[in-house]
Antibody, heavy 122, light 109 residues
Framework: DVQLVESGGGLQQPGGSLRLSCAAS????????MAWVRQTPGKGLEWVSN????????FYAGSVRGRFIISRDNSKNTLYLQMTSLRAEDTAVYFCAKFSDTHFGELSPFDVWGQGTLVTVS | EIVMTQSPATLSVSPGERATLSCRASQSVSTKIAWYRQKPGQAPRLLIYGASTRAPDIPARFSGSGSGTEFTLTINSPQSEDFAVYYCQQYNDWPPEYTFGQGTKLEIK
């Protein structure tokens, strides 16, 4: 069964740091690009960052660029999001998500999502 | 940034009726649009991609159409589990700047 399980969320003060993890199983992790998407009641779903299969290419939303770093460890089937200089507006549920297509990679939709981990900055 | 606008914000339908949800892109996204359903407390689930292709295991009562800037998700005779929030998303932008609509809540009339 294809599964993504996030962890690492919690309460952090403004200016602080957190590292989110996403453990993947049930598919060949290194074949797929991965992403982080966050959700707030006010702003809805917001793409945060994505990374290609070998970790050599990363992209960020403007709201987090320079503060967040996405990475992956294909030997551990794990995706990470290192968050620094946290702001109140980073408060959200953070989902990791898998791109659906190995050929089109990051020009494909998200076909598998984790259950989400709540980050509160206050 | 490509802005995705969904309408209506809330759609009330009676069981057995057809539900039609709309999504408009601020510029052409070809057919690189997906639709997701999100139930309370759950992650979004992919329903439709490429504007009109059903994802695996998605029932035939869901259909999508459109290209360019105007898209529609149709749900024929929604079941109880379909009363949820629906989001459209474009994945045409490069460098990536994936954007979602603000959602349409489908409720029972």
């Amino acid at each position: 069964d294809v599964q993504l399980v996030e962890s690492g969320g919690g309460l952090q003060q403004p200016g602080g740091s957190l590292r989110l993890s996403c453990a993947a199983s049930g598919f060949t992790f290194s074949d797929y690009a991965m992403a982080w998407v966050r959700q707030t009641p006010g702003k809805g779903l917001e793409w945060v960052s994505n990374i290609n299969g070998n970790g050599g290419s990363t992209f960020y939303a403007g709201s987090v660029r320079g503060r967040f770093i996405i990475s992956r460890d294909n030997s551990k089937n794990t995706l990470y999001l290192q968050m620094t200089s946290l702001r109140a507006e980073d408060t959200a549920v953070y989902f990791c998500a898998k791109f659906s297509d190995t050929h089109f990679g990051e020009l494909s939709p998200f076909d598998v999502w984790g259950q989400g981990t709540l980050v509160t900055v206050s | 940034e490509i802005v995705m606008t969904q309408s209506p914000a809330t759609l009330s339908v009676s069981p057995g009726e057809r539900a039609t949800l709309s999504c408009r892109a601020s510029q052409s996204v070809s057919t690189k649009i997906a639709w997701y359903r999100q139930k309370p407390g759950q992650a979004p689930r992919l329903l439709i991609y490429g504007a009109s292709t059903r994802a695996p295991d998605i029932p035939a009562r869901f259909s999508g159409s459109g290209s360019g800037t105007e898209f529609t998700l149709t749900i024929n005779s929604p079941q109880s589990e379909d009363f949820a929030v629906y989001y459209c998303q474009q994945y045409n932008d490069w460098p990536p700047e994936y954007t979602f609509g603000q959602g349409t809540k489908l409720e029972i009339k």
